[in-house]
C-alpha cells in the first residue's frame, strides 16, 4: 500500500522535492527541523516528488522512493532513500548531468544503488504496477500547481516563491 508523504497536523507545508538535486537535498535536510521547531501539531508536512529530466537517473529515483513507500516502513523507508541519495549524490549525477562513469549505469544499476546507500531493499516493490499512477500524481499534481523546478515550497496551496533551500528553518 502507498503512503503518504507527509507528517503532522496543522497547515500544510507541501515541498517538491527532485532526489537528486542539490538544492532538494539542502531543503530536505531541514525538514525534520522545521517541523520540530514549528511544532507538529502547528504543521502538516507533504513531500511531492518532482522528476526533473535533466537529472539523468531522476525517474528511476523517484520510482524508488515511491516503491519504499510501500514497505513496512511507510514514509520512513522514503525518507532513507531521500537521504541516501542526498548524501551520495555523486554515485546518481552524471558530471554536467551529461557526462562522465555514470553514462554506463543502467536502471537496475540505480536503483541497487539506491538500495545499497538506503539498506532497503526494493526490487519487488519498484516493479509494483501501480507506481505508474503514483508518479503521475506526483507528476500531475506538480504541473497543476505551475511547479516548474526544485525545490519548491507551498504553503496552503499557495506557491512561496520567496522561500529557498538557502533559508534558515
Not at 525517474?59 to 511507510?74: P, Y
Request: glycine share 8%; with cysteine; hydrophobic share 40%.
Amino acid at each position: 500500500q502507498l503512503r503518504e508523504l507527509l507528517t503532522g497536523y496543522g497547515p500544510v507545508f507541501e515541498v517538491f522535492l527532485e532526489p537528486t538535486c542539490p538544492f532538494s537535498a539542502k531543503a530536505f535536510s531541514k525538514l525534520d527541523d522545521t517541523l520540530h521547531s514549528a511544532g507538529a501539531h502547528n504543521v502538516t508536512l507533504k513531500i511531492w516528488l518532482h522528476s526533473q529530466p535533466w537529472h539523468l537517473f531522476s525517474g528511476v529515483i523517484t520510482r524508488c522512493a515511491l516503491a519504499a513507500s510501500t514497505l513496512a516502513e511507510g514514509k520512513g523507508a522514503t525518507k532513507k532513500v531521500l537521504a541516501g541519495v542526498a548524501a551520495h549524490r555523486d554515485k546518481f549525477e552524471p558530471a554536467d548531468h551529461c557526462s562522465g562513469p555514470l553514462l554506463v549505469l543502467s536502471p537496475a544499476d540505480i536503483i541497487a544503488r539506491v538500495e545499497e546507500y538506503s539498506g532497503l531493499k526494493l526490487g519487488e516493490a519498484y516493479a509494483l504496477p501501480k507506481l505508474d499512477q503514483e508518479v503521475k500524481r506526483h507528476t500531475k499534481y506538480a504541473r497543476q500547481n505551475g511547479i516548474h523546478v526544485s525545490p519548491t515550497f507551498m504553503i496552503d496551496g499557495l506557491v512561496q516563491n520567496d522561500m529557498s533551500s538557502g533559508d534558515a528553518v
